[in-house]
């Protein structure tokens, strides 16, 4: 529940530099699509996350909505396991490029994504 709680803050510390600044959000994703790690790690990170959610979603306040989250990260590390890391690299890039005008705004919706994960997983504490 707490590995939920920390993606969730994750998400919201992401969306925050998102909002403040997307061209060096867009700049970020370009170097990072660079390195020999990039692939792997965006499998990993969905894969363990995706489970994490799927295990714990029923001490959660909202046990249905975390599983379906964690299907969705599993079914993402799935997807990018089966795709080429060239392309995956390729489309990374073309994506931070192409959408950087959207970045703030999805920033936003990833501020108030990233706060209903982490108040889903701790406020089962306090309910």
């Not at 959660?60 to 990018?80: D, E, N």
């Not at 994504?113 to 504490?125: D, E, K, N, P, T």
Request: hydrophobic share 55%; aromatic share 16%.
């Amino acid at each position: 529940m707490y590995m939920i709680g920390f993606f969730g803050a994750l998400v919201c510390a992401s969306s925050f530099i998102m909002i403040a600044n997307p061209v060096a959000w867009s700049n970020g994703i370009i170097s990072f699509c660079g390195t020999s790690w990039f692939h792997p790690f965006e499998i990993a990170s969905r894969l363990v996350f995706g489970l994490v959610f799927i295990i714990y979603a029923d001490q959660t306040l909202y046990p249905r909505v975390i599983l379906a989250i964690g299907y969705l990260l599993l079914g993402a590390s799935l997807v990018l396991l089966l795709m080429q890391p060239s392309r995956h690299r390729r489309f990374a890039a073309w994506s931070a490029r192409k959408f950087r005008r959207a970045f703030r705004p999805a920033g936003v919706l990833g501020a108030a994504s990233g706060a209903f994960i982490v108040f889903a997983s701790v406020g089962s504490l306090y309910g």
